[in-house]
């Protein structure tokens, strides 16, 4: 069963910093790429970061040169380290994997998300 679990959302004041991280775990799976997307009421889910396997990091023009995305351990875990965060920032951030597993494909999944707030 694949789970990915966030932590480090949480309140931060404009011009500061924040770290995610998120654990993946997919048995018997192949985890091959790693990312974060965000939503804010009202709005579709904004993809953010992804890195893969090799580490390979591409990231959205909105957050490029403030956020980075890297991938660590076994390649199961993966964090964001946001600076310069603007109160436009808030958002429900989500840890996302794409996995190859015992479906012979390429399968999207997203955690259950962790709050982040920037206030003036």
């Known amino acids: 069963q694949v789970q990915l679990v966030e932590s480090g959302g949480g309140l931060v004041q404009a011009g500061g910093s924040q770290n995610l991280s998120c654990v993946a775990s997919a048995p018997g799976s192949s985890i091959n790429v790693l990312g974060w997307y965000r939503r804010t009421p009202g709005n579709e889910r904004e993809w953010l970061a992804t890195?893969?396997?090799?580490?390979?990091?591409n990231y959205a023009d909105s957050v490029k040169g403030r956020f980075t995305i890297t991938r660590a351990g076994t390649g199961q875990t993966v964090y964001l380290q946001m600076s310069s965060l603007e109160p436009e920032d808030t958002a429900v951030y989500y840890c996302?994997?794409?996995?190859?597993?015992?479906?012979?494909?390429?399968?999207?999944?997203w955690g259950q998300g962790t709050q982040v707030t920037v206030s003036y």
């Open positions: 890195v893969s396997r090799s580490g390979d990091a």
């Open positions: 996302y994997a794409k996995i190859v597993g015992p479906w012979q494909s390429t399968r999207d999944f």
